[in-house]
């Protein structure tokens, strides 16, 4: 995956270091600087003040305030928000070379009725998509994803969200980034069914709907979770400086979208080490 195109302007130049940031993207293994505004991946407007705007492909994505007390620390904090969109953007985009190993894999996302108990499966129900290809759940409700394979071998299991409006990404599956993943042949995993775990949809008590895209990735070998956790917009997060993880060929596509690293080595072979995703927007509506 190549490096998103940014463009940036301002109304604030006599506060703002335009070119201290325009060096910056260029140094970025996540960006790359672009002189066409209509024609850039992301861009980014200042209106003084530390205001700036975000856009993606003309669509707005964000506006934020950041906060300095001097005019030359601003373009180092844009930096870091440019390459927050962009790795959000990578990742929600991010696709296998092949997808041959998804004939061998079933997912399907259900409406969780009942949570399981020590002594009772769940119980769950199909969604039907809305016009828009959405499945939309009312708040309070909960998502419940099935996943099976008739794979030969075990298969690993990760599952995210991405949430829109406060453009982070939250670990669905494995429930902490400690757990195992593995899937055996034949077996059916149900996230989120409880008893101990639910995906509990909700909704900030202003708004009436909100958007998200859950993603499954399904790998022939384990990953290091952790590197899917981002945080929301402006909050603060140490990158990880490792580009391998545990060096599969999954780990070191996602390492390479959400970190723009590689690492020295080649990649593993797609083929002998295949992964697989599909993903699914899902609606909160307010209750």
Not at 83 to 106: D, I, K, M, R, W
Not at 129 to 142: I, K, P, Q, T, Y
């Given at each position: 995956m190549g490096k998103l195109s940014v463009a940036v302007s301002t109304t604030a130049t006599d506060e703002f270091p335009l070119t201290d940031l325009e060096r910056l993207i260029a140094e970025s293994p996540l960006l790359t600087l672009s002189r066409d505004p209509?024609?850039?991946?992301?861009?980014?407007?200042?209106?003084?003040?530390?205001?700036?705007?975000?856009?993606?492909?003309?669509?707005?994505?964000?506006?934020?305030?950041?906060?300095?007390?001097?005019?030359?620390?601003?373009?180092?904090?844009?930096?870091?928000?440019?390459?927050?969109?962009?790795?959000?953007?990578?990742?929600?985009?991010?696709?296998?070379?092949?997808?041959?190993?998804?004939?061998?894999?079933?997912?399907?996302?259900?409406?969780?009725?009942?949570?399981?108990?020590?002594?009772a499966?769940?119980?769950?129900?199909?969604?039907?998509?809305?016009?828009?290809?959405?499945?939309?759940?009312?708040?309070?409700?909960?998502?419940?994803?099935?996943?099976?394979?008739?794979?030969?071998?075990?298969?690993?299991?990760?599952?995210?969200?991405?949430?829109?409006?406060?453009?982070?990404?939250?670990?669905?599956?494995?429930?902490t980034p400690d757990q195992p993943a593995k899937v055996l042949p034949g077996e059916t995993l149900l996230i989120g069914s409880g008893p101990t775990y639910t995906v509990e949809l909700q909704l900030p008590p202003q708004e009436s709907s909100g958007l998200d895209l859950f993603k499954i990735f399904v790998s022939n070998s384990p990953i290091d979770p952790k590197v899917l956790i981002i945080p929301s917009l402006g909050l603060r997060q140490e990158p990880s400086s490792d580009p391998y993880g545990a060096g599969s060929r999954l780990d070191r596509d996602l390492r390479q979208a959400i970190l723009g690293q590689t690492g020295l080595t080649p990649f593993p072979d797609f083929y002998r080490d295949p992964w697989w995703c599909t993903q699914q927007w899902v609606r909160t509506v307010a209750s």
């Open positions: 209509e024609g850039a991946d992301l861009r980014v407007e200042g209106y003084g003040e530390g205001i700036f705007r975000f856009y993606r492909r003309g669509t707005p994505l964000a506006a934020v305030k950041v906060p300095v007390k001097r005019p030359q620390a601003l373009p180092r904090k844009l930096q870091g928000l440019l390459e927050h969109l962009a790795a959000y953007s990578n990742l929600e985009q991010l696709q296998p070379p092949n997808p041959f190993l998804g004939e061998s894999v079933t997912v399907e996302f259900l409406r969780l009725l009942t949570p399981a108990s020590r002594t499966p769940a119980q769950v129900t199909p969604v039907s998509a809305n016009a828009a290809g959405e499945l939309e759940f009312r708040a309070g409700e909960s998502l419940a994803i099935a996943v099976s394979h008739r794979a030969l071998n075990p298969l690993y299991v990760y599952g995210v969200s991405l949430d829109t409006r406060r453009l982070g990404v939250t670990l669905v599956y494995p429930y």
